[in-house]
């Protein structure tokens, strides 16, 4: 009986066997980032749902008659890199990247963030949020400008917040800004 004898080649062998066996990048078919363009929306088991946290910022929003909220990335001293408890951003939008910016209207809720982040934000927030992939606070203003009607409010947590970060010199805004800061 003939009998194939490997030992002269074990290296094809054990090519062979990892070949066969090593799953092809291919396979995973940008399964791995959500898909909010289908129906039912594909959703990696990374996200978080958002949906009851939006609801009640929301419920609060409207009772004190604000068009939107901003929620920045920073603690009330302007650190990048914060304490759990000070992670409003993550906790509203489930995205926990260190740079980002998210905005909620009634209607829309967005979160702005630098190209270090877009794919870790695409795996960890739910279709509540839309990822803008640009940078600064002109997208932001300009994009609130657009989603609020005239005379709305806009509130933030203004120990959060520096005036530069209100108010830029880049912003060249054509119409009388009020401003009503409560705590």
């Known amino acids: 009986m003939a009998r194939a004898h490997w030992g002269c080649c074990p290296w094809l062998v054990l090519l062979c066997a990892c070949a066969w ?8 078919g940008g399964q791995d980032v959500r898909n909010c363009s ?10 978080v749902n958002t949906t009851v946290s939006l ?11 604000l068009s939107a909220y901003i929620i920045p990335d920073t603690d009330a001293h302007m650190n990048e890199y914060i304490g759990q408890h000070d992670e409003r951003r993550a906790w509203i939008t489930g995205f926990t990247g260190s740079a980002g910016t998210a905005v909620v209207t009634m209607k829309k809720a967005a979160v702005w963030t630098d190209s270090r982040y877009w794919t870790q934000a695409e795996r960890q927030m739910d279709c509540n949020w839309e990822l803008h992939k ?20 806009v509130g933030f947590d203004p120990f959060l917040l520096s005036i530069g970060m209100v ?5 060249n805004l054509s119409m ?4 009503t800061l409560s705590w």
């Open 167 to 171: 108010f830029p010199q880049s912003l």
């Open 21 to 28: 066996g090593h799953p092809k990048p291919a396979d995973l």
């Open 55 to 65: 609801s009640a910022l929301r419920q609060q929003m409207h009772t004190q008659n």
């Open 38 to 47: 289908t129906n039912p929306p594909y959703l990696p088991v990374t996200v």
């Open 176 to 179: 009388p800004t009020r401003v």
């Open 134 to 153: 640009e940078v600064g606070t002109t997208p932001i203003v300009t994009w609130l400008l657009t989603e609020i009607p005239a005379g709305g409010c």
